[in-house]
């Protein structure tokens, strides 16, 4: 049966995106495709599909069934015409950069950025002649004022990791397409349920799979939606470098993308009533949220998501770093991992999980203070971690 789901609902396009026709025989879910390789016995058919004159597989570096599902729900979810996926999250922000550009380019972007994604633009771009201006998280003029001296991308994320700062999207990509640069926007934090960055003038959104989108901390991935020829621009890099899915993972993360609006909306909740607790605290000095009418960019949130402002904050404890290693331990219902975006709640500061590649000193540099702690709500019942914080802050 071939259903038509492009005009439907998130939570529907989360259960059948990317499932529009029923697999081969009677089952009902994605089967895992495990194998390297597809054979052909028609010659001129495998000649066709390897040139990509109709629709197969040869070799599942290049493309495999149970990837295609994955690509094929969070393009629908996004609202993009093409996606491709990848090893990991940082594989996607690696491989769709590079894709894009070349040797004597020139890439304006934020200073707030994963840690990971941080050093790949200061470490990495540089070393091969690529040059790149990092702005003020929460200054658009500045922005604006360095894409009109010319580049060829603009590379956003918002919510930040883990500072949960806010780019308006709109703004900054109408300056970007004025100059004729391409914007990339890490959409990780929001998920499709809360933002649409397609819809707000974003060529390309991408995604660490590996957090919200699977949801149970059990499957890494990573994935870029974006119009047909620049996600094939990016999967033709992509398939040469090698950092393909793995086809069980694929199977992991269509399965949790099923229940990503439900799992979602429950962890919105959870962290806009943790947020409003931990802001009304004496022993909590700031809390980042968006939700928050005291966040400085509340209103461009309010105005670019919809359905909620995420399931991640961060907050700042009185009594600094030695503040946090007395807190943490306490916590009862959260895993002390470098993770967000799971069913169970997880909880660490900067130095061991976003920005742990990061020095102390360039931490500092970018207004992460080492008392910071990034709070991942799960879905377990608001009042259970709220009775678990107040416990673990009574110390």
Not at 4 to 19: C, F, L, P, Q
């Amino acid at each position: 049966m071939k259903r038509n789901v492009a005009k439907a609902s998130i939570g529907t396009k989360a259960v059948w995106a990317g499932e529009e026709e029923s697999p081969p025989g009677s089952s009902t879910q994605v089967p895992i495709v495990q194998s390297v390789t597809f054979g052909y016995e028609n010659l001129d058919e495998w000649r066709d599909v390897a040139l990509g004159h109709r629709v197969g597989h040869i070799y599942s570096r290049n493309t495999n069934p149970t990837v295609s599902a994955f690509e094929g729900k969070v393009r629908g979810l996004e609202g993009a015409e093409a996606s491709t996926s990848f090893a990991s999250g940082m594989a996607a922000v690696t491989n769709t950069v590079f894709a894009l550009l070349k040797s004597g380019d020139r890439v304006v972007t934020i200073k707030d950025t994963y840690g990971g994604t941080n050093q790949f633009f200061r470490e990495f771009l540089p070393k091969i002649g690529i040059e790149v201006r990092m702005c003020d998280t929460t200054n658009p003029d500045q922005m604006e004022e360095e894409i009109g001296k010319g580049c060829r991308l603009v590379y956003l994320e918002t919510p930040t990791n883990p500072t949960l700062k806010v780019v308006d999207i709109s703004r900054v990509a109408k300056a970007a397409h004025d100059s004729g640069a391409v914007v990339v926007t890490d959409n990780t934090f929001a998920t499709p349920v809360n933002q649409l960055p397609l819809k707000l003038g974003s060529d390309m959104v991408l995604h660490s799979a590996s957090k919200f989108l699977g949801g149970h901390a059990d499957a890494l991935g990573g994935v870029v939606c974006g119009p047909r020829e620049m996600v094939k621009q990016v999967f033709h890099y992509r398939e040469i470098t090698g950092a393909a899915l793995d086809p069980f993972a694929a199977y992991l993360l269509v399965r949790g993308l099923k229940t990503l609006q439900l799992r979602v909306e429950r962890q919105n909740a959870n962290a806009m009533k943790i947020a409003e607790y931990l802001e009304e605290h004496p022993g909590v000095a700031e809390v980042h949220y968006p939700g928050l009418g005291s966040h400085p960019q509340h209103d461009v949130a309010r105005r670019q998501m919809h359905g909620g402002y995420g399931g991640v904050l961060s907050f700042v404890l009185k009594g600094g770093y030695r503040a946090v290693r007395r807190f943490l331990p306490r916590l009862a219902l959260a895993h002390r991992a470098a993770n967000l975006g799971a069913v169970e709640t997880t909880v660490g500061p900067p130095s061991t999980t976003s920005h742990v590649e990061v020095s102390a000193r360039n931490r500092a540099a970018m207004g992460i203070p080492e008392a910071l702690v990034r709070y991942s709500a799960g879905i377990e019942d608001a009042d259970d971690l709220l009775s678990d914080l107040k416990r673990a802050l009574s110390v």
